[in-house]
Every structure is written in C-alpha cells, then in structure tokens.
Antibody, heavy 121, light 107 residues
Framework: EVQLVESGGGLVQPGGSLRLSCAAS????????MAWVRQAPGKGLEWVSG????????YYADSVKGRFTISRDNSKNTVYMEVKSLRGEDTALYYC??????????????WGQGTLVTVSS | DIQMTQSPSSLSASAGDRVTITCRAS??????LNWFQQKPGKAPKLLIY???SLQSGVPSRFSGSGSGTDFTLTISSLQPEDFATYYC?????????FGQGTKLEIK
C-alpha cells in the first residue's frame, strides 16, 4: 500500500523559510515522479511543483518559482520542498503526491494527508 | 499558463440522478485531463486520467469524455457517497493547473 507522510510544516513569519519532507513507502520510489499540491483554507487545489523519477527535471507554478525548490533523495525514499521568502498567500495545507508515471508530477494518483504551513506575524 | 474553467461551480442533485460537470481549457490539451474528487477534510482522490481512463478501484458509474479543450465528467447514478467537490486538472504542460472546483450537494 502506498504511504506518503508529510512533515515540516508550521507557523512561520513572513519572509521566513521551511523545509517540507515527504517520506514514501509501499512502492518503488525511484520509478515515479512526485509532486506537491497545496490548498489554502477553504479554497481549491493548486499544483505547486513536480520532480521526475531521477530528480533531473523539476517544474514549478509561477507563483512559487524562484522561492520554492523541490528535490528528492531516492536512497531515503523522500521528497523535499524548500520554501523561502514566505508570504501570507502561501498559507495552505501542502500535500505530497505520487504520480502515475515517471515523468513530471502531472498526474498524481496517491496523496498524503498534508502538512499545514501558516505564514503570519 | 493554461487556464481551466469548470461549470457549474455548484450543483444540487438527488441520489440516483445523472450528473455532468464540464471543464474547459484555455488552449488545446489533447486528452491530458484528470478528474479528482475531494471530500471535506480528506485528500483528493484521482477518478479519471487521460480524459476517459478510470483509475483503479473507482466505480464504473464515473466516466469522462472529451478532447482538445472541452471535457465532461459524468456520474451515471449518484450515490450518497458521491456528494463532494470535483476538480479537473490539465496534465499537458507545466504548471499543471486545476479548475476552481464544482461542489456537488444534496438536493
């Protein structure tokens, strides 16, 4: 059974940084792309970032480009997202998700339960 | 970026009804279209990928169709557990944008 467990969220001041982690199990991690999708309180889904199976290709939403960095460690079955220069509009539940394929995190079939990031002074 | 527009934004229906939700892309996305269901307090669930392929474990009352810019999700006979919010998402080019959602409520 696929399991994705996110961690690293919390309360942070505007301009601050966090590192989100997602520990994966139940599948061959190095064979699948991964993604982060967020949902602001009471709002819809926003695809944030994706990474290929090898980690060689990364993709970002315009709203986070230059501030967020996705990476993965296939030896640890973990995907990360460094989030910097945080703004109030980054407040959201951040989901880690597994792609159906190896490519880019475009078609996510399995989801974690999310880690909450709150940006506030 | 590709914009995805769903209609309606909300919909009231009764158990047993046939329901259709539409999604329009701002440019052609061929058949790179996914549908998700989300219930309150839960992570989203993939229902349909590649416009019409049913994800494993999803009941056959769910179906998807369309290509190019116009797509539909159809639930053939609503069950009580189907009342939720539904999202379309294009998987054609990054960033892989979602529609704004359609909330399906009990009439």
């Amino acid at each position: 059974e696929v399991q994705l467990v996110e961690s690293g969220g919390g309360l942070v001041q505007p301009g601050g940084s966090l590192r989100l982690s997602c520990a994966a199990s139940g599948f061959t991690f190095s064979s699948y792309a991964m993604a982060w999708v967020r949902q602001a309180p009471g709002k819809g889904l926003e695809w944030v970032s994706g990474i290929s199976d090898s980690g060689g290709r990364t993709y970002y939403a315009d709203s986070v480009k230059g501030r967020f960095t996705i990476s993965r460690d296939n030896s640890k079955n973990t995907v990360y997202m460094e989030v910097k220069s945080l703004r109030g509009e980054d407040t959201a539940l951040y989901y880690c998700a597994k792609d159906l394929y190896s490519g880019s995190g475009s078609t996510v079939a399995s989801w974690g339960q999310g880690t909450l990031v709150t940006v506030s002074s | 970026d590709i914009q995805m527009t769903q209609s309606p934004s909300s919909l009231s229906a009764s158990a047993g009804d046939r329901v259709t939700i539409t999604c329009r892309a701002s440019q052609t996305i061929r058949n790179y279209l996914n549908w998700f269901q989300q219930k309150p307090g839960k992570a989203p669930k993939l229902l349909i990928y590649a416009a019409s392929s049913l994800q494993s474990g999803v009941p056959s009352r769910f179906s998807g169709s369309g290509s190019g810019t116009d797509f539909t999700l159809t639930i053939s006979s609503l069950q009580p557990e189907d009342f939720a919010t539904y999202y379309c998402q294009q998987s054609y080019s990054a960033p892989y944008t979602f529609g704004q959602g359609t909330k399906l409520e009990i009439k």
